[in-house]
């Protein structure tokens, strides 16, 4: 391990900090100070400032703010429609979450019943983003306890998502397809639904391999039982969502206790443990990846209804200048890092008056993350920040 | 039990806890917004005591603290926004503190997860919370704090304007109809 003895921080910035403890104190004989990140793969454009006791974490700070890029400053001064091309870049992996909330927060404003053709398609595609985060997260998991064949797997499964979303929306990370008062363009046709159902049955194909050699897999158990434990107050204190609340035994999924889409008529488990350590917010990742599988069947058989893709309104023929009657509505919709939610403002202008997204790593992030931290060995710092499922983009917003 | 049946259900069991809420906090008002949502507004000086109540009253998580600034008023807005695991509702706490001079009480102690949420809204609208510890520089840069960019009057092109200077070409004064 490399001793990090001189810090190659301005004299007048570390002062300025320093009153705001926002780097720590000088090192003394025992301990020293670590950065860890934002060049560690495990943080993802994140940092933590650790200050070491040997290879214990004697106090953790979590600095944020390497993607601040003020998208709710911007979303004030641009109309409705063009904030979805700014506010999807909040969640990164799962980019159509914010898409949805948005534009089912402004559906409520305005008062659209939303089509039931669209309807079905925006459920299909936030499944579908749903199981690419997944198979985004167990890239960055596995990789990260040196079980690198799964993380390229994963990684490959994950392309066939990628393409799938390609030929829907024509973008591959960020779709820009979810608008408020429908979708932007229709399914491509019947070749498209059978690709995502090969698909669908391919990954679950797949599921028993990732348990052979990951879920299953001793290393993993060594590497998360016991790691970064809460209890269910501790988590409900910290407005803790999506799995790794599940993880303490609470019941709580947006899909089931706020439904919305077509959910309710969907049939889906919501998987608990009580453990509260890494091992059980990993398993419970994996219960959900072969719930999201089942939900997609059940979509796919259902099929999609027929009838517009986009609500009909004669005022969207002036798209700029569409304006929105003045009210608050708030909307969220359970993501792989829990509950994802938008607070939109409207003073009856074209413009939105306030966008405040509520991305789930706000509460797992920053101070649940610093807790969990004390005391840990090093080594286990990246299992804890990848079970937690940090998502950098959503605290900086 | 038919749809529309389970939805009336639904509602008078809500009208029962804004109801029990408000018996225990007379000073606020509280109201039915629809299925799943619930609006309190109270007195700023009541905050503490009333998301006491709230946490007893079943509302066990703090999922945000929105500020939205009313610059024609000369008022903040806060919505404290809770998520009750027992009732499956939603609540939006408003209340309003003047704008230059916003002070409220800090309530860490009663979630400690709103001490990310206070830090957040004390960098970008300077919002003072009392007894939150470590307010300061938090997502934006050391010279960016102090500034706090999401005020209504913080223009976004003059402050490039003033960090990039000559480099930032394209800015215009005499157009008005920038989108940026």
Same mark, same amino acid.
């Given at each position: 391990?490399v001793m ?7 004299r ?6 320093l009153k705001?403890d926002m780097?720590l104190?000088?090192i003394s004989?025992?301990?020293?100070e670590l950065?860890?990140?934002p060049q560690?793969?495990a @943080?993802e454009?994140f $940092?933590?400032?650790?200050k070491?006791?040997?290879s214990?974490v004697?106090?953790? !700070? ?5 993607l601040?890029r003020g998208?709710?400053k911007?979303a004030e001064?641009?109309?409705?429609? @063009?904030?979805?091309?700014l506010l999807?870049?909040i969640c990164?992996p ?8 948005? $534009?089912?927060? =402004?559906?409520?404003?305005v008062?659209w019943?939303v ?5 079905w !398609? ?8 749903r199981?690419?985060s ?6 960055? /998991?596995?990789?990260? !306890?040196g079980l690198?064949t799964?993380g390229?797997w994963?990684?490959?499964y ?6 799938? /979303? ?5 973008g ?7 608008v408020p008062?429908?979708?932007r363009?229709? !399914?491509p046709?019947?070749r498209w ?15 028993k391999? /990732?348990d052979?050699?990951?879920f299953d ?6 590497r @998360?039982?016991?790691?970064g434990?809460?209890d269910r107050?501790?988590a ?5 969502t999506?799995?790794?609340?599940r993880?303490?035994? =609470?019941?709580?999924?947006v899909?089931?206790?706020d439904?919305?889409y077509?959910?309710?008529e969907?049939d ?6 009580n453990?509260?350590?890494?091992l ?5 990742r ?12 059940q979509?796919?058989?259902m099929?999609p209804?027929g009838g ?6 004669k005022?969207?023929k002036?798209l ?8 608050s509505a708030?909307?969220? =919709?359970?993501?792989t890092?829990?509950d994802?939610?938008?607070?939109v403002v ?11 997204i509520?991305?789930p790593?706000q ?5 649940v993350l610093?807790?969990?931290l004390?005391g840990?060995?090093?080594a286990?710092?990246?299992?804890i ?10 605290i900086?917003? | 039990?038919?749809?529309g ?14 109801d ?12 039915v ?6 609006e309190?507004?109270i007195p ?6 009333f998301?006491?109540v709230?946490k007893?009253?079943?509302?066990e998580?703090l ?5 939205? +600034?009313w ?8 919505v ?8 499956s509702t939603?609540?939006?706490?408003r209340?309003?503190v003047?704008? +230059? +001079?916003a002070?409220?009480? *800090?309530v860490?102690?009663i979630?400690?997860v709103a001490?990310t949420?206070e ?7 300077g919002? +003072?919370?009392e007894g939150n ?9 050391p010279?960016?704090y102090?500034?706090?960019p999401f005020?209504?009057d913080f ?7 003033e960090i990039y200077?000559e480099d930032?070409?394209?800015?215009d004064?005499?157009? *008005?109809n920038?989108?940026?």
């Open positions: 391990m990090v003895s001189n810090l190659e921080v301005p007048e910035l570390r002062k300025e900090a705001h780097y104190k000088p004989e025992d301990t020293y950065f860890f990140g560690h793969m @943080t454009n $940092s933590i400032i650790l070491m006791d040997g214990r004697e106090k953790a !700070i979590a600095n944020p703010g390497f601040h998208f709710e911007l001064q641009r109309p409705y429609f @063009t904030n979805i091309a999807l870049r990164v799962e980019s159509d979450v914010p898409e949805n909330i948005y $534009s089912m927060a =402004v559906d409520e404003l008062g019943e089509p039931e053709r669209a309807i !398609i925006r459920t299909v595609v936030l499944e579908m983003a199981l690419a997944w198979m985004f997260w167990i890239m960055g /998991f596995a990789n990260e !306890i690198y799964a390229s994963a990684a490959a994950r392309e066939r998502f990628m393409r799938l /979303f390609e030929e829907l929306t024509g591959r990370v960020y779709h820009i397809y979810t008062g429908g979708v363009r229709d !399914i046709g019947d639904l059978r690709q995502l159902g090969d698909t669908v049955e391919y990954i679950k194909s797949k599921l391999d /990732f052979e050699i990951l897999n001793y290393i993993t158990f060594a @998360t039982e016991g790691v434990v809460m107050k501790f409900l204190d910290h407005a803790v999506g799995p790794n609340l993880a303490v035994g =609470v019941p709580y999924d899909r089931k206790d439904p919305y077509l959910y309710p969907l889906f488990e919501v998987p608990i443990l453990e509260g350590d890494s059980a917010r990993v398993l419970v994996r219960y959900e990846m072969e719930q999201d599988l089942y939900i997609l069947e979509l796919l058989e099929g209804p517009p893709y986009m609500v009909q309104d005022r969207l002036s700029p200048r569409f304006k929105v009657p003045a009210g708030w909307a969220h =919709v359970e993501s890092k829990g994802f939610g938008a607070y409207s003073d009856g202008t074209h413009k939105p008056y306030r966008v405040h509520r991305g790593s509460s797992h992030g920053i101070t610093e807790e969990l004390r840990a060995r090093l286990d710092v990246p299992v920040l990848k079970t937690l499922d940090n998502c950098p983009p959503d900086d917003r | 039990m038919e749809e049946n389970r939805e009336e259900v639904a509602e008078v069991a809500l009208n029962d806890v804004v029990a809420v408000i018996e225990r906090a007379p000073y606020a008002q509280g109201k917004i629809r299925e799943r949502r619930v309190f507004s700023a000086e009541k905050l503490r005591d998301l006491r709230m007893e009253s079943g509302f998580m999922m945000q603290i929105t500020v939205v +600034d610059l024609k008023e000369g008022k903040f807005e806060l404290y926004q809770m998520w009750s695991v027992t009732h939603h609540a939006f706490v209340l309003e003047q704008r +230059d +001079d002070r409220l009480p *800090t860490m102690d979630f400690p001490e949420y830090r957040e809204a004390h960098e970008f609208f919002i +003072d919370f510890p470590r307010l300061g520089p938090f997502i934006l840069e010279r960016e102090e500034k706090h005020r209504k223009s976004t092109l003059s402050y490039v304007k200077g930032f070409d394209r800015y004064e005499s157009k *008005t920038y989108v940026i």
